[in-house]
């Protein structure tokens, strides 16, 4: 059973399509140079707005533990997405902090094994290119598969790979905001892929 989470998150009208919707989890990115960054008073007003069922992610890169921390406990966020340089000395260091998830962020040549909850497979940094999916087949561990999914070819990853969760942001917008169209084809391939 694919889970699912929209990445990226930047207005109310995408938590609006969200809860709509309902993935179980989405992305509030808070890396800066990200196109999708929030600041965390956005993230506050979003997670406010956001059906309490749905998880929150908070997506930072090479972000003070400190203030993925602060966020995580101050309940803006539930689960902290890592997609920098993070160690297991980092992930060890932000449990100490906070005893919420952990999801560390891998592109698919570096998959390896972990302390966090959960990794995540892309093709790069969060670029929305498709990799070479044989390439984890056989990956014995839940993960998010991301990279270059669209409601075209989410299906087709989910029989070959049947992945913890599947991880989506260009692949549901139109003109770089969230599409609510795509957000729920998105989510029906999923879903009809579950039963």
């Known amino acids: 059973m694919a889970k699912i989470k929209f990445c990226g998150l930047k207005t109310l009208d995408d938590i609006s399509f969200a809860n709509e919707i309902f993935p179980e989890y989405v992305g509030f990115v808070f890396a800066p140079k990200s196109k ?13 707005a956001l059906s309490k069922k749905i998880c929150a992610v908070g997506v930072f890169v090479n972000e003070k533990n400190s203030t993925v921390a602060e966020l995580l406990n101050a309940g803006i966020i539930d689960a902290a997405q890592l997609h920098g340089n993070e160690d297991d000395a980092y992930i060890k260091n932000l449990r100490g902090l906070s005893n919420k998830p952990i999801i560390k962020a ?3 040549h570096a998959a390896q094994e972990s302390l966090a909850d959960f ?77």
């Open 36 to 48: 999708r960054y929030v600041t965390p008073a956005q993230a506050e007003k979003f997670r406010n």
């Open 106 to 108: 891998f592109k698919v």
């Open 119 to 195: 990794i995540l497979i892309d093709a790069g940094a969060g670029d929305g290119k498709v990799f070479d999916w044989s390439l984890i087949k056989d990956l014995r561990r839940e993960y998010f598969l991301a990279g270059g999914l669209t409601p075209e070819n989410v299906g087709d990853a989910i029989k070959l790979l049947k992945p913890f969760a599947v991880d989506v942001s260009s692949g549901i917008e139109t003109d770089g905001k969230k599409d609510f169209k795509k957000m729920t084809a998105f989510a029906e391939v999923v879903r009809r892929e579950n039963l």
